[in-house]
């Protein structure tokens, strides 16, 4: 376990952006091969505004990680934080850090995304998509990736982690962001399988529908069981998704200028419900 410590802690920012081109590109090739929906549209033009807004967030991240910085030099000095009380085995610590870090900055600031209205807003972004594949997982206003960052930042203290188990984590949610949007179709049983404990492709779908009461379901990014804990959690029938959000314009779905613009627009209201 030391030596995985020891490679996370030596992460440079080169070996992170492999990761996440690898990521998209075994998740966009596997689209190609087994897609949940066989969507007619030009991959390459939808990607390119997902990828638009990917940029921004890389450059919000810049200024976070300079931050983090900082955070984790703080608790390192002070031993600050709930893995500071215990004396654990680092396996279990590495899981319970991933566990904090999953429930504040992916379950926690989710939920609040959709719950809180001026933060809604900023969320419809990544609801707006008609076509969710692997590159919508990259789908985000710059100030919606602000709130999640936030979020992480609340979660490093609370739990007062290493940057090693930090980095463990932010290689996994990257994972996993890609693994739930992609669109491909795993088998049934082996779908729901994997549901029971993490996000499935097939579960992050039901979040995606464009109306309620699905769109406020299926929170979770790495971890299922805090939307069977706190009641968020469905699987119906992927045939009877429709992806996309009921208060922004369908049609402008890959214009950037407009999915930035959008959250600023007066009357903005949350998701109706249709039964």
């Known amino acids: 376990m030391d030596a995985i410590v020891a490679f996370f802690e030596?992460?440079?920012?080169?070996?992170?952006?492999?990761?996440?081109?690898?990521c998209l590109s075994v998740f966009w090739i596997l689209e190609g091969v087994y897609p949940l929906k066989k969507h007619k549209y030009n991959k390459w033009k939808h990607a390119k505004t997902n990828f638009v807004l990917l940029g921004s967030t890389i450059l919000i991240n810049v200024i976070f990680g300079l931050i983090t910085v900082g955070i984790f030099l703080?608790?390192?000095?002070?031993?600050?934080?709930?893995?500071?009380?215990?004396?654990?085995?680092?396996?279990?610590e590495i899981i319970l850090a991933i566990m904090i870090l999953d429930f504040m900055s992916q379950y926690v600031v989710h939920f609040m995304l959709h719950k809180i209205p001026v933060m809604w807003r900023f969320h419809t972004v990544h609801h707006s998509d008609r076509h969710v594949d692997v590159t919508s997982g990259t789908r985000h206003h710059p100030i919606d990736f602000i709130f999640r960052e936030t979020f992480a930042l609340l979660g490093i203290i609370i739990a007062g982690l290493p940057l090693a188990y930090y980095l463990i984590?932010?290689?996994?949610?990257?994972?996993?962001?890609?693994?739930?949007?992609?669109?491909?179709?795993?088998?049934?049983w082996l779908d729901k399988a994997i549901s029971y404990v993490f996000i499935?492709?097939?579960?992050?779908?039901f979040h995606h529908h464009h109306v309620m009461p699905w769109t406020d379901t299926n929170f979770g990014n790495i971890f299922s069981f805090w939307d069977r804990i706190f009641g968020t959690f469905i699987y119906e029938d992927t045939n009877d998704i429709i992806y996309g959000v009921d208060i922004l314009d369908s049609e402008k779905s890959d214009d950037v200028l407009y999915q930035l613009k959008a959250p600023f627009q007066k009357g903005l209201k949350s998701a109706e419900y249709k039964a």
Do not use: C, E
Not at 10 to 22: A, D, P
Not at 74 to 92: K, S
């Open 74 to 92: 703080w608790l390192n000095t002070n031993n600050f934080g709930l893995l500071n009380l215990v004396d654990f085995p680092v396996w279990v």
């Open 10 to 22: 030596n992460l440079t920012s080169v070996q992170k952006l492999i990761w996440i081109v690898g």
């Open 169 to 188: 984590y932010r290689i996994l949610t990257v994972l996993f962001t890609y693994f739930s949007h992609a669109d491909i179709q795993l088998p049934l």
């Open 200 to 205: 499935s492709p097939n579960t992050h779908k």
